[in-house]
Nanobody, 123 residues
Framework: QVQLVESGGGLVQAGGSLRLSCAAS????????MGWFRQAPGREREFVAV???????RYADSVKGRFTISRDNAKNTVYLQMNSLKSEDTAVYYC?????????????????WGQGTQVTVSS
C-alpha cells in the first residue's frame, strides 16, 4: 500500500512558477516510478511527467522545457517544478505511483493516486 499526498498548488499569474510536492508513505518509495498527471474540467486525465528510480525522466510535449520532475528518495518525496506557466496549465494535478517501475504515460497503469492539488493560472 502507498499513500500519496500532494501539496503546493494555488493561483499564479501566467508566466509565473509553482512547485508541487508529493509525499509518499507506506512502501519503499525508491522502488517505484512516480508520475504527475493533470485533469482540467471536461477533459480526460493526461500525463505530465514521470521519473524512474534511476532518475530517468519523461515529459509530455506540452510541458517539455518548462516543467521539471525530481525526487528525493531520502524524503520519500517527488516534486514538479513548473515554470513559465500558461492558462492552459490550469488543472487539478495528481501524483501517482507505478509499482512495476515501468515508464508509462497511461493513467490506468498506475497503482496508487493522491487526492490532487488545484493549479490555476490566470492570464
Amino acid at each position: 500500500q502507498v499513500q500519496l499526498v500532494e501539496s503546493g498548488g494555488g493561483l499564479v499569474q501566467a508566466g509565473g512558477s509553482l512547485r508541487l510536492s508529493c509525499a509518499a508513505s507506506g512502501r519503499t518509495f525508491s522502488n517505484v516510478a512516480m508520475g504527475w498527471f493533470r485533469q482540467a474540467p471536461g477533459r480526460e486525465r493526461e500525463f505530465v511527467a514521470v521519473i524512474k528510480r534511476s532518475g530517468f525522466t519523461r515529459y509530455a510535449d506540452s510541458v517539455k522545457g518548462r516543467f521539471t520532475i525530481s525526487r528525493d528518495n531520502a524524503k520519500n518525496t517527488v516534486y514538479l517544478q513548473m515554470n513559465s506557466l500558461k492558462s492552459e496549465d490550469t488543472a487539478v494535478y495528481y501524483c501517482a505511483a507505478e509499482l512495476s517501475v515501468v515508464v508509462t504515460t497511461t493513467p490506468s497503469d498506475y497503482d496508487y493516486w493522491g487526492q490532487g492539488t488545484q493549479v490555476t493560472v490566470s492570464s
